[in-house]
């Protein structure tokens, strides 16, 4: 079956520790973002990529890294920098924006807390 | 910059219609309308291009006015199915690729 994975589904870490979140697609999109949701708000974009090795800020980048070194997967770390890393995190990919418009597919996110 | 959406909530009965807006401060490419229920991913719902489109997904469609730059969704003879977070997400002509959403419209459809 294809689609969007994230791992794991409930992340627990200390205040200044480093934390990886994990996302890989099967389904060949060339597109693949990182959104951040905190309680009651919306979907605020942290990372997007739109090819291999290349990626680009969102609203909220600061305190967050990113790299895309396969067409699979889109690693997300928070960093000891992000003020209030606690939300949760969402996956999504879409095949490239120049095929035309397609819908995003999201991933079952991620949910951190920091103690 | 991220779409505003209003209004913030709506309560609904069974039955009964409501409108969902969506605007963007630049011009628009494609809005893209999701539905998230608590503590799941968003689904698709449709999406709508520049040109006064309206789409339709069940009782729920959706209209474009490129010259106002937004875009409204309607729910139809709503369902208790219904309830959830809407959120619509912009692609503005200035940055293909970027999809960007608003802080979501609280749907909550009561019997």
């Known amino acids: 079956d294809g689609g969007i994975t994230q791992s794991p589904k409930y992340l627990f870490r200390k205040e200044g520790q480093n934390v990886t979140l994990s996302c890989e697609q099967n389904?060949?999109?060339?597109?693949m973002y990182w959104y951040r949701q905190d309680p009651g708000q919306g979907l605020r974009l942290i990372y997007y990529?739109?090819?291999?090795?290349?990626?680009q800020k969102g609203d909220i980048a600061e305190g967050y890294s990113v790299s895309r070194e396969k067409k699979e997967s889109f690693p997300l770390t928070v960093t000891s920098a992000q003020k209030n890393p606690t939300a949760f995190y969402l996956c999504?990919?879409?095949?490239?924006?120049?095929?035309?418009?397609?819908?995003?597919?999201f991933g079952p996110g991620t949910r951190l807390t920091v103690l | 910059q991220q779409p505003v959406q209003s209004p913030q909530a709506v309560i609904l009965r069974e039955g009964e219609d409501a409108v969902i807006n969506c605007s963007s401060s630049k011009a628009l490419y494609s809005v893209h309308w999701y539905r998230q229920k608590h503590g799941e991913a968003p689904v698709f719902l449709m999406i709508?291009?520049?040109?006064?489109e309206q789409k339709g997904h069940e009782k729920i469609s959706a209209s474009f006015n490129e010259k106002k730059q937004q875009s409204s969704l309607y729910l139809t003879a709503s369902q208790l199915s219904y309830s959830g977070t809407y959120f619509c997400?912009?692609?503005?002509?200035?940055?293909?690729?970027?999809?960007?959403f608003g802080a979501g419209t609280q749907v909550v459809v009561t019997p």
């Open positions: 999504a990919s879409r095949p490239s924006s120049g095929q035309g418009v397609y819908e995003q597919f």
């Open positions: 709508l291009l520049k040109g006064g």
């Open positions: 990529s739109q090819i291999v090795n290349d990626f």
């Open positions: 389904l060949n999109h060339d597109a």
């Open positions: 997400g912009t692609e503005n002509t200035d940055s293909w690729g970027k999809l960007q």
